[in-house]
């Protein structure tokens, strides 16, 4: 095996490294948002969500689960709670955002 030779193996050795990593990385990150996607199937009433905030001021709006509404639209969604969740509504899974 001549110099060259070695080099280009250990080149193309760490670009494997790296391809493994970020495929690896990616699929994390599909498994950890699909799950996330089809799981919001909890009741409004099962995890005591209203439309105002909490008495400490939390409100959906702050909450790590909370996903924006659209663009013009008055409402976003939860991850976990079914339908549609107001910015300024709270729940009892409030979760801060990290
Ligand atoms: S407070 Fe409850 S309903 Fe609101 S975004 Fe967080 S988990 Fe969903």
Avoid: N
């Avoid at 070695?6 to 790296?18: E, Q």
Wanted: positive net charge; aromatic residues 4%; proline residues 7%.
């Amino acid at each position: 095996m001549t110099e060259t030779t070695k080099t280009m193996d250990i080149a193309a050795s760490r670009r494997g490294l790296l391809h493994l990593a970020a495929c690896v990385g990616g699929a994390a990150l599909c498994a950890a948002a699909v799950p996330q996607a089809q799981a919001a199937d909890l009741s409004k009433a099962s995890v005591g969500y209203r439309d105002i905030p909490s008495d400490q001021g939390k409100l959906c709006a702050m909450c790590a689960l909370f996903i924006l509404p659209a663009p013009g639209a008055a409402h976003g969604r939860c991850q976990l709670v079914a339908g549609p969740i107001a910015p300024g509504g709270w729940c009892q899974i409030w979760t801060p955002r990290s």
